[in-house]
């Protein structure tokens, strides 16, 4: 993973983390210990789903940059499935309060979500990526425009 990827899943996992952890504390005031349990889970479960379609999508980006889009709308719309079909396996589990559980997937994958938006308009992303071979020769870079 370059540092840039690692950099914007940081700036993107971190709040997700934070509004989980607010998540857990205020489920855990409404709901007791399975209130928090269950926003803690929810927000690893985004954690994990998020984070590993982040690393495929980059993967996807670098090695195959005709199907990024594509890629990236597959990938979400199985996200979602997954996370659709996480809640409703555990919607009657005594393990955690599945309220809580849902109510903070949704929030933590939201966060996870504007986060990633902000992360990438922040991103200092080169449209062109420049030509090291005739800049390191020393030799003048041809003009391919106009001469007019």
Do not use: C
């Not at 509004?19 to 926003?39: K, L, P, R």
């Not at 992360?119 to 090291?132: C, G, S, T």
């Amino acid at each position: 993973m370059l540092s840039d990827d690692a950099r914007s899943l940081l700036h993107t996992a971190v709040p997700t983390a934070a509004a989980g952890a607010i998540a857990a504390i205020v489920s855990g005031v409404v709901a007791g210990g399975e209130g928090a349990i269950g926003a803690v889970i929810a927000t690893l479960v985004v954690i994990l789903f998020m984070g590993i379609g982040f690393v495929v999508l980059q993967r996807t980006a670098r090695s195959l940059p005709h199907l990024f889009q594509m890629m990236g709308l597959a990938l979400y719309a199985t996200q979602i499935l997954l996370l659709f079909v996480f809640v409703a396996v555990f919607r009657d589990t005594t393990l955690f309060n599945p309220k809580a559980f849902a109510i903070t997937l949704v929030a933590a994958t939201l966060v996870w979500i504007a986060a990633q938006t902000r992360a990438h308009m922040k991103a200092k992303i080169l449209y062109v990526e420049p030509e090291a071979a005739k800049g390191d020769k020393g030799e003048k870079p041809e003009n391919t425009g106009s001469s007019s």
